[in-house]
């Protein structure tokens, strides 16, 4: 259970480490091979932009795992810290309801280009459902993450409440 911990705390983040190191290292040697050596690399852009591809959506689930997506805080300025707790785990639930919708289509897409109409990446030869099924994998990761910030946004407010009741 140690390294289901240790997966869960740094999955995210270990993905984009080696995702941006290795869009460092054939970029890197795309300019090389192009102004060094004048030839280029037929493959390295479009590989470089599915790699982007995949890098955005784990890291819109590490933002949210993080709490750092974008969101109007301007509104907690005025609120409660009891209707902040409310707009948060509302938040959540909207963002919830969104990656589930969005993943739910994007599976549908994803199944037409495995069985109905293949599709391969002339530069790369990668199949283009390996590339778009970068969009349900982080939505899905960022629902699960959603859920946990809503079960631990639920048990601050209830240490919260503890304290308040203590010191009454």
Known sequence: ?????????????????ITYTAMLIIASAQVIFRYVINYSISW????????????????????VKR???????LIFV???EKYQFYLKVFSNVAFMIFCVIFSYFALVKINKLIFVNPQISESTGLSMWMIQIAVPIGLLLSF??????????????QKENAEEEGEI
Do not use: C, P
């Not at 709490?67 to 805080?73: A, N, Q, T």
């Not at 699960?144 to 407010?157: A, Q």
């Open 1 to 17: 259970m140690k390294w289901l911990k240790r997966l869960d705390d740094n999955l995210e983040q270990g993905i984009l480490i």
């Open 144 to 157: 699960y993450r959603l859920i946990v910030d809503t079960r631990n946004l639920y048990f601050e407010r």
């Open 78 to 80: 005025f609120l409660t």
């Open 67 to 73: 709490r750092r997506h974008i969101k109007v805080e």
């Open 44 to 63: 390295s852009q479009d590989l470089l932009t599915y790699m982007l591809i995949w890098s955005v959506f784990i890291g819109i689930s590490l933002a």
